[in-house]
């Protein structure tokens, strides 16, 4: 099946820093991917979706300086956590569209988890 | 708005079936989804059904759709250990994009 690798899968990193997270398609290409966060015990909610080549879609509430997403190849797209605090301690999870796919093609990276001190 | 419900847990003896419940809101989704995550890991796309469809059959997975009432199930046979996981029921909701709605996960555990 697709494969969605995320890097890195765990970071741990001081508050006021900020931590990239990349998410890529191995061995498909996607025009659209998505970012989720799951908190502990809780649903994922998404975060935005990014499209190659354009800005990224928001959703309600999601603070888009906070949360940068560039997409800037069929096969990667990565989401830059800015001036991260403890409260953006979280796990994140992106998933990816093929080009080829329908629309019930939907695969998800491994996740990244982020614990900010 | 969007909202997927899902009872929280549900325990099984190892050989018995398990049934998962999760209604949903959106009439208009067309695809429904079953995720299962294992801990520490993403999410694994275990079966969808089209939403004119009433029933899927995946191997030891059943998939039972009532659009009247909104609900979703999905039924293990011969459960197993290794299918102690989280199970996330998924609407897709119009308006492009394949976005998904989850419901927060149902913890499944298996016991001898």
């Known amino acids: 099946g697709a494969v969605v690798s995320q890097h890195p899968s765990w970071v741990i990193c001081k508050s006021g820093t900020s931590v990239k997270i990349e998410c890529r398609s191995l061995?498909?290409?996607?025009?659209?991917m998505f970012w989720y966060r799951q908190f502990p015990k809780k649903s994922l909610m998404l975060m935005a979706t990014?499209?190659?080549?354009?800005?990224?879609?928001?959703e309600q509430g999601v603070e888009k300086d906070k949360f940068l997403i560039n997409h800037a190849s069929l096969t990667l797209s990565t989401l830059t956590v800015t001036s991260a605090h403890p409260e953006d301690s979280s796990f994140y999870i992106c998933?990816?569209?093929?080009?080829?796919?329908?629309?019930?093609?939907?695969?998800f990276g491994p996740g990244t988890r982020l614990l900010v001190l | 708005g969007e909202d997927v419900e899902q009872s929280l847990f549900l325990s099984v003896r190892e050989g018995d079936s398990s049934v998962i419940n999760c209604t949903y809101t959106?009439?208009?989704?067309?695809?429904l989804y079953w995720y299962k995550q294992e801990p520490g890991a993403g999410l694994q796309l275990l079966t969808y059904?089209?939403?004119?469809?009433d029933m899927k059959q995946d191997q030891r997975l059943t998939v039972l759709l009532n659009k009247k009432d909104k609900h979703l199930s999905l039924r293990i046979a011969d459960t197993q250990t290794g299918d102690s996981a989280i199970y996330f029921c998924?609407?897709?909701?119009?308006?492009?994009?394949?976005?998904?709605?989850f419901g927060a996960g149902t913890r499944l555990a298996v016991h001898p």
């Open positions: 998933s990816t569209i093929p080009i080829t796919g329908g629309q019930e093609t939907q695969y």
């Open positions: 061995d498909f290409q996607a025009t659209t």
């Open positions: 990014s499209n190659e080549g354009s800005k990224a879609t928001y």
């Open positions: 959106d009439s208009s989704s067309t695809y």
């Open positions: 059904i089209f939403s004119n469809m």
């Open positions: 998924a609407e897709s909701i119009s308006g492009g994009y394949n976005k998904l709605i």
